[in-house]
């Protein structure tokens, strides 16, 4: 008997939700299985059978994530992908991707976005890293944020984290547009921010929240835990940052500042924050920080002419693109982008090739977070026009890395 794909019902989600879980090897909490069902959007989740048994898993949230420029984009987020062990290499995952590819453009969204819990799985749809993040372990008795003047007119006072919740988010929604690979949280995904399940905890203290305020406006907020710990010659607890965020540099510092001056503790833990994070700049020993760098964001266009036009870039730019895309052979051919600051274009051409990228390629290079010079050093974009290289590498890229702040 063969497997059969179709849409997810309702009454199914909890089996289906079991079969991912097994796939996962974990069990969510309550409150984080209830959060889940409440934001998957049934139209867009698949369950592939054998018979009666579920077998693969897979759904897509409708997304708007910023882009180069400011620009916030109709984005497919791919998630909750599983295949059984017992079902591998039978193309149930090629053929999830390929129903996940085709329904994110029938809805008109140029890009499909997912995090991997294996990076090299992806690649073979077309996706490649397109933003990555860092992990830092500071050891906070022998580094201490410098903070910059102004600091001192900052106020700092501790929130429940639900109960500001709606305010952090409006301050979240005016920094989307600032850094491309942010994503504006349509309601529900707020919630993600708090969800706080004492399974979660590993020995630390409930999440909390402090806020930042100048002239009586909120400037920013951070959210973080405290894992206390003592050994023979006292303590040494870890201050868990879960988020931060902040309009200016004297707001981002006072938080940083105060969560480096936490009572008994001596390490200060962020496990995600970008590469270009100011922090790293705030600090006077690198060293001591114990930063890690991971892939985080895969991206793919799904259609490479509206993906292309969407962004802006940084210098002025007019080439022609030959782009290989297998997976997805409407994106296929040459296109001619035409673009700067202010706006851009990209549209079909006849005329010669300047520069030949895979969907992947392209992929990893559209946030600005990797160079195509870079990718080109590597082999995997060549150029066909002296001077097409160097041109589109400049312009591709951005000032502000591509990051992005939770978890789908």
């Known amino acids: 008997m063969g497997t059969n794909l179709r849409v997810l019902r309702p009454e199914e989600w909890d089996d289906w939700f079991e079969k991912l879980e097994l796939a996962f090897g974990e069990s969510e909490p309550p409150e984080a299985r209830a959060l889940w069902r409440e934001l998957t959007e049934f139209e867009r989740a698949v369950a592939v059978r054998d018979g009666e048994e579920i077998v693969g898993t897979a759904c897509a949230f409708s997304f708007r994530m910023s882009v180069p420029g400011g620009a916030v984009v109709p984005t497919g987020g791919l998630s909750m992908v599983s295949v059984a062990a017992t079902h591998r290499r039978r193309g149930i995952l090629t053929s999830m991707m390929r129903r996940q590819l085709d329904d994110a453009r029938a809805a008109g969204e140029p890009l499909a976005v997912l995090t991997a819990s294996e990076p090299a799985i992806y690649g073979r749809f077309g996706y490649g890293v397109a933003a990555r993040h860092v992990r830092a372990r500071i050891d906070r008795d022998r580094v201490r944020p410098q903070v910059p003047p102004g600091t001192e007119g900052v106020r700092l006072r501790n929130a429940d984290p639900v109960a500001a919740l709606e305010e952090c988010e409006k301050l979240y929604a005016r920094l989307v547009p600032s850094r491309p690979g942010m994503l504006e949280r349509r309601p529900g995904w707020e919630r993600q921010g708090v969800l706080d399940p004492g399974g979660w905890r590993e020995g630390a203290s409930a999440l909390r929240c402090v806020l930042a305020e100048a ?98 870039y940084a210098a002025p730019v007019d080439v022609v693109l030959e782009v290989e895309d297998s997976f997805c052979p409407w994106n296929a051919g040459r296109w001619r982008l035409t673009g700067d600051a202010s706006g851009a274009s990209c549209e079909r051409t006849g005329d010669a090739a300047e520069l030949a990228l895979g969907a992947k390629e392209l992929s990893e290079a559209y946030l600005g977070g990797t160079s195509l010079a870079a990718l080109a050093g590597a082999g995997r974009v060549r150029e066909l026009r002296p001077g097409a290289l160097a041109g589109a590498a400049t312009a591709f890229a951005w000032p502000v890395a591509p990051w992005l702040p939770h978890g789908f």
Do not use: M, N, Q
């Open 215 to 312: 002239d009586g406006e909120l400037r920013g907020y951070a959210r973080y835990a405290v894992k206390p710990e003592w050994d023979a010659a006292g303590p040494k607890g870890t201050v868990l940052v879960h988020d931060l965020e902040a309009l200016d540099p004297a707001a981002r510092a006072a938080l940083w500042h105060f969560l480096f001056g936490i009572d008994l503790t001596s390490v200060v833990e962020a496990k995600s924050r970008p590469v270009d994070d100011p922090l790293f700049h705030l600090v006077g020993d690198i060293r001591r920080c114990g930063l890690l760098l991971r892939d985080l964001l895969h991206l793919r266009p799904v259609e490479v002419g509206a993906a292309l036009a969407a962004r802006r």
